[in-house]
C-alpha cells in the first residue's frame, strides 16, 4: 500500500513523540512492504510564531488531502497569557472542524504489568476495557456567542453550549455499532437534571437505542460517571458523552492505566481517503508537557498507540495494527517502562525495544 501520512509535531514533547512513531511507522512500513509517505506541518504555538496563525492554511490542505494525520500535541506556557489574541488549541479545534471529524475514540485498558502505577487498587482495574466515544466538533467548544466584554464597569464571559439532534444521532450510531461487537452496552452520559441539550442529548439516544435490540442502555449524569470511573470501572464497555464532558472525563479515566501517557485516541467522520476508509486524526490524549520537553524522556506509547489506529481505521491494515500492539504489549511486559511509568527508559530506548519486538515478530513475505 501507498499512503500519505500529514504529521502535525505541534509543540513541547509532540516533535519528539512524532519522531518515535515515524520511526515505528517506517519500520512497519519496510516490514510488511508498504510505502508511507510522511510529511511534517505546522500546528498550534510553533505555528503562531512562523505564521501568526495556529492553524495555517497549507497546515489544513495539506491534512485534507492525506489519507490520515498523525499529531504530537499543542500548547504551552509561552502563549498561555489569558489576553492573548491568539492560542495553540485554536489549531486543534480549527483541525478537528476542518477534517469533519466529529468522533473521538478512547480506548482504555491498563497493561497488566502497570496496574501498579494506577492511584486505584489492581483488583478494581484488572478487568477494565472501554472505550469512550467522545462527540467532537460540537458543544460548548464551538457553540456561538463566544465572547468577553465590559459591563457596568466590570468583565463579562460567555461560552454556548449548543447540540443539534443530527449531531447527537450520528455520535450515537457509531457507539451502538460499536458496542454491538463488543459487550453489548453503551452508557450515555449528560447533565438531562440541569441542562436542555442533555435533555435532548438522552432524548436522542433512547431514540437511537431502539434500533439496537441486543445493546443495553445506560443512563449517567457526568457527576455519577466521574464518580463510577472510580468506584467501578470494570463495569462500563462503551461511554458516549458530548465534548466536554468526555475531554475531562477521558482524562480521569486515562489513570485507570497508570499515566495518561499511554492513552491513543482516532478522531472519525464521514470523509474518507482513497482508499475508501475514514480520513482520520490520530493523537495521544496527553498534552504538550513543557516541563519536559527536550529531555528526551517523554513516553511514546500513546502516540504508538494512535499510530496503529491510523493503521486499523485509515488504512485497512488491521494485521499492522496489531503487530504494533503487540510490539508495544510485549515492551511494557519486559518492564522497559518511561519515568511516567515508574521506569527509567527514555523515549528512544522504548522506541528501539518496540520496533525490536515488531521484527521479532512472525512477517509474511
Known amino acids: 500500500m501507498k499512503a500519505t501520512i500529514a504529521c502535525l509535531p505541534g509543540d513541547g514533547i509532540g516533535p519528539e513523540v512524532i519522531e518515535a512513531t515515524q520511526t515505528v511507522l517506517k519500520a512497519v512500513a519496510e516490514a510488511y512492504g508498504h510505502s508511507f509517505e510522511m510529511e511534517n506541518y505546522p500546528i498550534g504555538g510553533i505555528a503562531i510564531d512562523q505564521f501568526q496563525n495556529p492553524l495555517p492554511d497549507s497546515t489544513l490542505e495539506a491534512c485534507q488531502n492525506a489519507d490520515a ?28 472542524k476542518g477534517l469533519g471529524v466529529y468522533a473521538n475514540l478512547r480506548p482504555v485498558k491498563p497493561h497488566p504489568r502497570l496496574l501498579h502505577a494506577s492511584p486505584l487498587k489492581a483488583e478494581k482495574i484488572a478487568e477494565v476495557d472501554l472505550i469512550f466515544v467522545r462527540e467532537l466538533t460540537s458543544g ?32 450515537a450510531h457509531l457507539a451502538f455499532q460499536l458496542a454491538s461487537q463488543r ?28 434500533e439496537y435490540p441486543d445493546v443495553t442502555l445506560e443512563h449517567l449524569l457526568v457527576d455519577a460517571a466521574a464518580m463510577y470511573l472510580l468506584q467501578r470501572p470494570a463495569s462500563f464497555d462503551v461511554l458516549v458523552t458530548e465534548n466536554m464532558f468526555g475531554d475531562i472525563l477521558t482524562d480521569e479515566a486515562s489513570m485507570l492505566t ?8 482516532a478522531s472519525l467522520g464521514d470523509y474518507q481517503n482513497q482508499h475508501g476508509k475514514p480520513r ?18 517523554a513516553n511514546p506509547v500513546g502516540t504508538i498507540l494512535s499510530a496503529a489506529l491510523l493503521l486499523r481505521y485509515s488504512l ?23 519515568p511516567d511509568l515508574g521506569g527509567s527508559a527514555n523515549t528512544a530506548a522504548m522506541t528501539r ?13
Not at 500492539?325 to 511486559?333: C, K, M, N, P, W
Request: hydrophobic letters at 40%.
Open 69 to 96: 494525520v498523525l499529531l504530537g500535541a499543542v500548547g504551552g506556557p509561552k502563549w498561555d497569557a489569558p489576553d492573548a489574541p491568539m492560542r495553540p488549541e485554536q489549531g486543534l479545534l480549527a483541525i478537528r
Open 353 to 365: 525495544v518496540i520496533i525490536e519486538r515488531l521484527a521479532a515478530a512472525t512477517v509474511p513475505a
Open 183 to 210: 459487550k453489548c452496552k453503551v452508557t450515555s452520559i449528560d447533565k438531562a437534571n440541569i441542562l436542555e441539550t442533555s435533555r435532548l442529548w438522552r432524548k436522542v439516544v433512547s431514540e437511537v437505542a431502539k
Open 280 to 297: 482520520g486524526l490520530y493523537e495521544p490524549i496527553h498534552g504538550s508537557a513543557p516541563d519536559i520537553a527536550g529531555k528526551g524522556i
Open 258 to 265: 497508570g499515566s495518561m501517557g499511554n492513552m491513543a485516541s
Open 140 to 171: 460548548i467548544y464551538f457553540g456561538q456567542p463566544k465572547k468577553r466584554w465590559v459591563e457596568e464597569g466590570e468583565e463579562r464571559a460567555v461560552d454556548t453550549l449548543a447540540y443539534r439532534e443530527g449531531e447527537v444521532r450520528r455520535i
Open 316 to 338: 485497512g491494515l488491521e494485521q499492522e495494527a496489531q503487530a504494533i500492539e503487540r510490539a508495544v504489549d510485549e515492551t511494557l511486559s519486559l518492564g522497559i517502562l518511561s
